[in-house]
């Protein structure tokens, strides 16, 4: 169900940079917030400057709650019997995914939310913007004259209505929240609602005044889209994702603010519905986080052939919303002299710049734990660490919030490592076994490390890497679609037959990654994987081609006939 | 992705351009290959400096390759190992990279068209200074005469161009008033203006906040939008200077698709609008073969080609009647030709291309054959020099080998005549005798300047053909 929401290389200086763009004035001191990009979704799950209270849990449970949480005193002392076995902080996908692992596991757990369930990926994120893309696929489609003569098909004059398509994102999003909530009720989570703050070692408020005990708290709160100083957001001419899927208007020219996946998702969804777009990016190429050769490719399939332009190297310093008779203005500045540019008057502007961390008001000053520009900083198994560097004992932060990896499915994973965890079994989850996807038209996805990444790294251990490419233009079942268009890398180790990465550009790449981010995460090698069987025709033939052309230089498998 | 595995070339070099394309890189989804370039020593002036792109062998089976897009514009600094265009290749696409730095000069292969491999697709100017030379190179060395290549064809000069120069002029009259503005175009408007090559800057924006939108470019460029049903209504200042001036307007057929020239087209258009000013008149001529293609037989072995023969034939023929090989320039004067130069029209994809061979009453057959075939196997990988395609005195064409049995060709501009030869096929013929018998028998017929060559000159030479041709041994000798 959830799909890629964003991704974070600042504190996951192995992975891959998505996200490239980067204010000056925002955080003048750091070395730019490139982590802050992606499916744009707003969390307010723990603002307690703003006790907003959205009723979602019965008021039954609500006060057996508060009966229940009245028992420990005392700040400082962790308390002895707990009311959870597992306290979760935010109802997002990675919350959702621990918790629905925890109740397998026999743990009694709750959920606390302060804004809806499903949080960014479901109601801002993932979930709105594939209705979306859905739509522009269609449309692009329809509207490819060209595409449809060689199918041998006439269609008339393809339109659409805007508020049919937003309704659609919107339909969309409360069905999946629906299912989420039923998924939670019906395994028994408690739903807890409010903002929720760590008071202490194991005690969690949340709401107002309720006060509960927890043997382990997971903090799940998900993040914020990022709007770099000098960007004045009005939610109708200068937007986030936020206000983007809500799809209110569809201007005739709009600029995006960062070309990484959210801007890259959002062009595809613009033009397909007429828009022209400008991007601006500060770093010196679109799509900066992409593996160069699949920028490339990506560029000339998703950029060149589109009504869109660039303007790359320079910062959005000033943006200021359409008023007065006057359109949005932006004022560009050069990233590197840092002197003005030039101006660009548009119809509108989304600001796709990244992801902040959503900790404010989290309490982790309670614990001694300061987070780094936000994010709440963990070791490789989740656990929060405090500001002298000592795990915190029964403290996890999964997902956004710790920005290792700023993608739905990975807080899920993450989720599932540390609920793992806490029932007897360690559990390390490999970063590099998870995809990434970009749902554009025709779909992006990686797994694994990018060609420079991977070279590094052999560079510092002594290793040869090689790499084997596909193009879907041989594919019969790409052809028959008439979507030759695209390519299949892989990068591997020649001497060991392991799979460092897989990056696609094609049709359908975003579903077909998963044999590549499974054979990861299994350490299936390339010599092994060449066995096994597709399907013909299909659009996997791509990999099973890609892992055939690979090659392996030590005794490969005999399959043994029985 | 740089350079940094880049296939070893040859550097530049005054060599000709087949030696460098020649070298196959073994690359298979390895690295980028990088464009080749020759440096070209035709012109005695200094233009040393500018390189001509080729197109590079992508694999090892790859004989021609597709432009799929231009990363780079004209006019665009390039510096060494960047990406300059794409290519597709029986396999897949290919950035190509420069191996220089550089002002992207001249696109010669534009977007969506194929060249061989080998063949020029820009040229690379080494300053900004070169960069009109470059053009003016790539302008003049297509220049005026007969059908020219696409190689070396001028960007500058290709169809949509032509309305690009005037109609800024009148539109851009009302931006005056304004004093200066800044301009804003969006995206689309400002790659139509690069497509058509209209000078955004004298746009009038009629969007919103006075910006230029994509119509307002194709209304400066004279494009009128593709669903008009009536025929276009002379629009504005725009579209008065379009080239539809000359053109009538002619009812348009719903469903029909317009596919612009390519810069060979438009300058084989260009030539046959220009052919006629010059009067002309045609004279046939039957020409029996039975002794020719007896000779044919036993020279073919030898790597003799009919065309060779035929345009040794007519070389010797106009070598004793100097007028037919005559031009006239100025239409007050005869220009005689020091060299009897065939050319001879070739039908290549799409196009059409005049290789010429000089001399040809001097070199002997077998030289000639040899020099035919390196001609044709040039004018297929678009490496004529202008020389082999614009220096022809007089002309051949043969549709014989369609079956065709006569045609009419029309003359070439800067040459006195053509010959267009039909199929030689069996014929019943009446001899002197009264007795009929059955001979090869070729209809020519050539079409001539009557200002320089009248009817009797024409007449004489064909008779002189038509003896050659029915006694061909002076051929061999």
């Given at each position: 169900m959830q799909s890629l929401i964003s991704t974070s290389p600042i504190f996951a200086p192995n992975r891959r940079s998505f996200e490239s763009y980067a204010s000056p004035t925002a955080l003048p001191s750091s070395p730019t917030p490139f982590s802050l990009r992606f499916?744009?979704?707003?969390?307010?799950?723990?603002?307690?400057?703003?006790?907003?209270?959205?009723?979602?849990?019965?008021?039954?449970?609500?006060?057996?709650?508060?009966?229940?949480?009245?028992?420990?005193?005392?700040n400082g002392s962790p308390p002895t019997t707990f009311d959870y076995d597992l306290v979760i902080i935010g109802a997002g996908v990675g919350g959702h995914g621990a918790a629905l692992h925890a109740v397998e596991k026999g743990l009694k757990t709750a959920i606390i939310e302060g804004d809806v369930i499903g949080g960014t990926c479901v109601n801002r994120g993932c979930v709105p913007s594939k209705a979306l893309l859905a739509v522009s696929g269609r449309m692009?489609?329809?509207?490819?004259?060209?595409?449809?003569?060689?199918?041998?098909?006439?269609?008339?004059g393809a339109g659409y209505n805007r508020q049919a398509v937003a309704d659609h994102a919107s339909n969309l999003a409360s069905k999946i929240r629906n299912n989420l909530i039923n998924s939670l009720k019906a395994l028994g989570v408690d739903i807890l609602t409010g903002f929720g703050s760590i008071l202490g070692p194991q005690k969690v408020k949340y709401g107002l005044d309720n006060l509960i005990t927890a043997k382990d708290i997971i903090i799940a709160t998900g993040s914020v889209p990022f709007v770099p100083k000098g960007i004045e957001v009005d939610g109708k001419t200068v937007v986030t994702s936020d206000h983007a899927l809500k799809l209110e208007f569809v201007p005739e020219w709009i600029a995006i603010v960062g070309s990484g996946y959210i801007g890259l998702e959002f062009s595809d969804v613009y033009t397909a519905l007429g828009s022209e777009v400008t991007f601006i990016e500060a770093l010196d190429q679109l799509m900066p986080g992409f593996d160069p050769e699949i920028g490339k490719l990506a560029q000339r399939v998703l950029i060149n052939p589109r009504?869109?332009?660039?303007?790359?190297?320079?910062?959005?310093?000033?943006?200021?919303?359409?008023?007065?008779?006057?359109?949005?203005?932006?004022?560009?500045?050069?990233?590197?002299t840092k002197e003005p540019k030039e101006t660009l008057e548009v119809d509108a502007a989304l600001i796709a710049t990244g992801r902040a961390p959503f900790t404010k008001g989290l309490g982790l000053e309670n614990i001694n734990v300061e987070t780094q520009r936000g994010f709440v900083p963990v070791d490789e198994r989740m656990r929060v660490m405090d500001a002298k560097g000592n795990t915190v004992p029964h403290l996890y932060c999964i997902g956004d919030a710790n920005g290792k990896l700023m993608l739905a499915h990975a807080a899920s994973a993450q989720g599932i490592s540390v609920v793992e965890q806490l029932t007897g079994k360690d559990h390390v989850l490999n970063h590099l076994s998870v995809p990434a996807a970009c749902f554009t038209h025709p779909e992006i996805s990686m797994v694994g490390l990018t060609e420079p990444q991977a070279k590094e790294k052999a560079k510092k251990e002594k290793f040869k890497i090689s790499v084997a490419k596909t193009s879907f233009k041989a594919n019969t079942k790409a052809l028959a679609e008439n979507e030759g268009e695209g390519l299949a890398k892989l990068i591997y180790r020649p001497d060991t037959g392991e799979i460092l990465g897989v990056h696609i550009l094609g049709m359908h790449a975003a579903d077909l990654i998963h044999e590549a981010s499974n054979a990861i995460a299994l350490g299936t090698r390339v010599q092994d994987i060449k066995f096994a069987v597709h399907a013909h025709p299909t659009l996997s033939e791509v990999l099973d081609e890609l892992f055939k052309s690979a090659h392996v230089n030590v005794d490969e498998h005999k399959p043994v006939a029985v | 992705m740089s350079s940094s595995l880049l296939q070893p070339r040859a550097p530049p070099s005054l060599s000709s351009s087949s030696s460098i394309s020649g070298s196959k890189p073994q690359w298979r989804f390895t690295s980028p290959p990088a464009v080749t370039f020759t440096r070209r020593a035709r012109n005695s002036t200094v233009n040393a400096k500018i390189r001509e792109i080729f197109m590079p062998a992508l694999s090892s089976t790859m004989t021609e390759g597709k432009i799929v897009s231009w990363i780079k514009s004209e006019g665009d600094v390039l510096s060494k190992g960047e990406s300059v265009v794409v290519v597709e290749s029986d396999k897949a696409d290919m950035d190509v990279e420069t191996f220089y730095d550089?002002?992207?000069?001249?696109?010669?292969?534009?977007?969506?068209?194929?060249a061989p491999v080998g063949a020029p697709i820009g040229l690379l100017a080494e300053t900004e200074a070169e960069i009109e030379e470059a053009r003016a190179k790539a302008a003049s060395a297509g220049g005026s005469s007969p059908p020219k290549i696409a190689a070396d064809a001028p960007?500058?000069?290709?169809?949509?161009?032509?309305?690009?120069?005037?109609?800024?002029?009148?539109?851009?009259?009302?931006?005056?008033?304004?004093?200066?503005?800044?301009?804003?175009?969006?995206?689309?408007?400002?790659?139509?203006?690069?497509?058509?090559?209209?000078d955004i800057n004298k746009v009038v924006g009629t969007g919103p906040f006075g910006r230029i939108t994509p119509a307002d470019v194709e209304a400066a460029a004279g494009i009128t939008p593709v669903k008009s049903t009536p025929p276009p209504v002379t629009a504005p200042a725009a579209t008065a200077a379009a080239p539809a001036k000359s053109a009538p307007t002619f009812a348009e057929i719903p469903g029909a698709t317009v596919v612009p020239f390519t810069t060979m087209q438009a300058a084989v258009s260009k030539n046959m609008i220009e052919s006629l000013s010059v009067p002309t008149f045609r004279v046939g001529y039957p020409v029996m073969t039975d002794a020719l293609d007896a000779l044919y037989a036993k020279v073919k072995s030898k790597g003799v080609t009919m065309t060779a023969l035929l345009a040794k034939a007519a070389a010797?023929?106009?070598?004793?009647?100097?007028?037919?090989?005559?031009?006239?320039?100025?239409?007050?004067?005869?220009?005689?030709?020091?060299?009897?130069?065939?050319?001879?029209?070739?039908?290549?994809?799409?196009g059409l291309i005049t290789p010429v061979l000089q001399d040809a009453d001097k070199l002997d057959l077998y030289l000639l054959s040899e020099k035919w075939k390196e001609l044709v196997e040039k004018a297929r990988s678009k490496q004529l020099q202008p020389h082999?395609?614009?220096?022809?005195?007089?002309?051949?064409?043969?549709?014989?080998?369609?079956?065709?049995?006569?045609?009419?060709?029309?003359?070439?501009?800067?040459?006195?005549a053509i010959m267009a030869v039909g199929v030689s096929k069996p014929t019943p013929v009446a001899g002197k005798d009264g007795y009929f018998s059955v001979k090869n028998q070729m209809l020519v017929n050539v079409t001539a300047d009557h200002r320089i060559v009248y009817g009797a000159d024409l007449a004489a030479f064909l008779k002189t053909f038509a003896k050659i041709v029915q006694e061909p041994d002076s051929l061999t000798m």
């Amino acid at each position: 169900m959830q799909s890629l929401i964003s991704t974070s290389p600042i504190f996951a200086p192995n992975r891959r940079s998505f996200e490239s763009y980067a204010s000056p004035t925002a955080l003048p001191s750091s070395p730019t917030p490139f982590s802050l990009r992606f499916c744009g979704l707003r969390r307010e799950v723990l603002r307690l400057s703003q006790l907003k209270h959205r009723v979602i849990g019965t008021t039954s449970k609500k006060t057996r709650f508060n009966v229940s949480s009245a028992s420990p005193d005392g700040n400082g002392s962790p308390p002895t019997t707990f009311d959870y076995d597992l306290v979760i902080i935010g109802a997002g996908v990675g919350g959702h995914g621990a918790a629905l692992h925890a109740v397998e596991k026999g743990l009694k757990t709750a959920i606390i939310e302060g804004d809806v369930i499903g949080g960014t990926c479901v109601n801002r994120g993932c979930v709105p913007s594939k209705a979306l893309l859905a739509v522009s696929g269609r449309m692009r489609e329809l509207q490819d004259e060209h595409h449809m003569k060689a199918l041998g098909l006439q269609v008339s004059g393809a339109g659409y209505n805007r508020q049919a398509v937003a309704d659609h994102a919107s339909n969309l999003a409360s069905k999946i929240r629906n299912n989420l909530i039923n998924s939670l009720k019906a395994l028994g989570v408690d739903i807890l609602t409010g903002f929720g703050s760590i008071l202490g070692p194991q005690k969690v408020k949340y709401g107002l005044d309720n006060l509960i005990t927890a043997k382990d708290i997971i903090i799940a709160t998900g993040s914020v889209p990022f709007v770099p100083k000098g960007i004045e957001v009005d939610g109708k001419t200068v937007v986030t994702s936020d206000h983007a899927l809500k799809l209110e208007f569809v201007p005739e020219w709009i600029a995006i603010v960062g070309s990484g996946y959210i801007g890259l998702e959002f062009s595809d969804v613009y033009t397909a519905l007429g828009s022209e777009v400008t991007f601006i990016e500060a770093l010196d190429q679109l799509m900066p986080g992409f593996d160069p050769e699949i920028g490339k490719l990506a560029q000339r399939v998703l950029i060149n052939p589109r009504k869109i332009d660039y303007h790359t190297g320079v910062f959005a310093t000033k943006i200021t919303p359409a008023k007065d008779g006057k359109p949005v203005i932006i004022e560009l500045t050069d990233a590197k002299t840092k002197e003005p540019k030039e101006t660009l008057e548009v119809d509108a502007a989304l600001i796709a710049t990244g992801r902040a961390p959503f900790t404010k008001g989290l309490g982790l000053e309670n614990i001694n734990v300061e987070t780094q520009r936000g994010f709440v900083p963990v070791d490789e198994r989740m656990r929060v660490m405090d500001a002298k560097g000592n795990t915190v004992p029964h403290l996890y932060c999964i997902g956004d919030a710790n920005g290792k990896l700023m993608l739905a499915h990975a807080a899920s994973a993450q989720g599932i490592s540390v609920v793992e965890q806490l029932t007897g079994k360690d559990h390390v989850l490999n970063h590099l076994s998870v995809p990434a996807a970009c749902f554009t038209h025709p779909e992006i996805s990686m797994v694994g490390l990018t060609e420079p990444q991977a070279k590094e790294k052999a560079k510092k251990e002594k290793f040869k890497i090689s790499v084997a490419k596909t193009s879907f233009k041989a594919n019969t079942k790409a052809l028959a679609e008439n979507e030759g268009e695209g390519l299949a890398k892989l990068i591997y180790r020649p001497d060991t037959g392991e799979i460092l990465g897989v990056h696609i550009l094609g049709m359908h790449a975003a579903d077909l990654i998963h044999e590549a981010s499974n054979a990861i995460a299994l350490g299936t090698r390339v010599q092994d994987i060449k066995f096994a069987v597709h399907a013909h025709p299909t659009l996997s033939e791509v990999l099973d081609e890609l892992f055939k052309s690979a090659h392996v230089n030590v005794d490969e498998h005999k399959p043994v006939a029985v | 992705m740089s350079s940094s595995l880049l296939q070893p070339r040859a550097p530049p070099s005054l060599s000709s351009s087949s030696s460098i394309s020649g070298s196959k890189p073994q690359w298979r989804f390895t690295s980028p290959p990088a464009v080749t370039f020759t440096r070209r020593a035709r012109n005695s002036t200094v233009n040393a400096k500018i390189r001509e792109i080729f197109m590079p062998a992508l694999s090892s089976t790859m004989t021609e390759g597709k432009i799929v897009s231009w990363i780079k514009s004209e006019g665009d600094v390039l510096s060494k190992g960047e990406s300059v265009v794409v290519v597709e290749s029986d396999k897949a696409d290919m950035d190509v990279e420069t191996f220089y730095d550089g002002i992207l000069a001249a696109i010669v292969v534009p977007e969506g068209e194929s060249a061989p491999v080998g063949a020029p697709i820009g040229l690379l100017a080494e300053t900004e200074a070169e960069i009109e030379e470059a053009r003016a190179k790539a302008a003049s060395a297509g220049g005026s005469s007969p059908p020219k290549i696409a190689a070396d064809a001028p960007v500058a000069a290709s169809p949509p161009s032509a309305p690009v120069a005037a109609p800024p002029t009148p539109a851009a009259a009302p931006v005056v008033a304004d004093g200066p503005r800044k301009i804003v175009s969006t995206p689309f408007a400002k790659k139509l203006a690069k497509q058509h090559k209209v000078d955004i800057n004298k746009v009038v924006g009629t969007g919103p906040f006075g910006r230029i939108t994509p119509a307002d470019v194709e209304a400066a460029a004279g494009i009128t939008p593709v669903k008009s049903t009536p025929p276009p209504v002379t629009a504005p200042a725009a579209t008065a200077a379009a080239p539809a001036k000359s053109a009538p307007t002619f009812a348009e057929i719903p469903g029909a698709t317009v596919v612009p020239f390519t810069t060979m087209q438009a300058a084989v258009s260009k030539n046959m609008i220009e052919s006629l000013s010059v009067p002309t008149f045609r004279v046939g001529y039957p020409v029996m073969t039975d002794a020719l293609d007896a000779l044919y037989a036993k020279v073919k072995s030898k790597g003799v080609t009919m065309t060779a023969l035929l345009a040794k034939a007519a070389a010797m023929a106009l070598a004793q009647h100097p007028v037919v090989n005559a031009s006239c320039k100025d239409g007050k004067s005869f220009t005689y030709n020091s060299s009897i130069n065939i050319a001879v029209a070739v039908a290549i994809n799409g196009g059409l291309i005049t290789p010429v061979l000089q001399d040809a009453d001097k070199l002997d057959l077998y030289l000639l054959s040899e020099k035919w075939k390196e001609l044709v196997e040039k004018a297929r990988s678009k490496q004529l020099q202008p020389h082999e395609y614009n220096s022809g005195t007089f002309t051949l064409s043969n549709l014989g080998m369609f079956g065709v049995d006569r045609f009419d060709a029309i003359l070439p501009p800067g040459q006195g005549a053509i010959m267009a030869v039909g199929v030689s096929k069996p014929t019943p013929v009446a001899g002197k005798d009264g007795y009929f018998s059955v001979k090869n028998q070729m209809l020519v017929n050539v079409t001539a300047d009557h200002r320089i060559v009248y009817g009797a000159d024409l007449a004489a030479f064909l008779k002189t053909f038509a003896k050659i041709v029915q006694e061909p041994d002076s051929l061999t000798m």
